[in-house]
């Protein structure tokens, strides 16, 4: 098993908030890893990882188009968002 099966001891930074503000501020209406990874300063695989976790709360759906895994909120976090709002 090599460094990346692991969490990094400096993922905690990139909390949830900030990989759905990625999400959120994409330029177009999907997000890949490698744009919320560009956004929020962090590896690709740490943002996959935060993806995939927010995906399993049901905050973000998950489209798998060949070479590339699309992101996109979920009604659900657009109802949290106007309740927090």
């Excluded at 400096?10 to 990625?22: D, G, K, L, Q, W």
């Excluded at 995906?55 to 927090?84: I, S």
Aim: with cysteine.
């Amino acid at each position: 098993m090599g460094d990346e099966d692991h969490p990094s001891r400096f993922e905690e930074e990139y909390t949830h908030e900030v990989i759905m503000c990625a999400v959120r501020e994409s330029p177009t209406p999907v997000a890949t890893a490698g744009m919320v990874a560009d956004f929020a300063g962090c590896s690709r695989q740490t943002a996959r990882r935060k993806l995939s976790e927010l995906h399993n709360k049901g905050l973000l759906h998950r489209f798998d188009a060949g070479a590339a895994v699309l992101w996109w909120p979920t009604a659900a976090e657009d109802d949290q968002e106007e309740v927090d709002g």
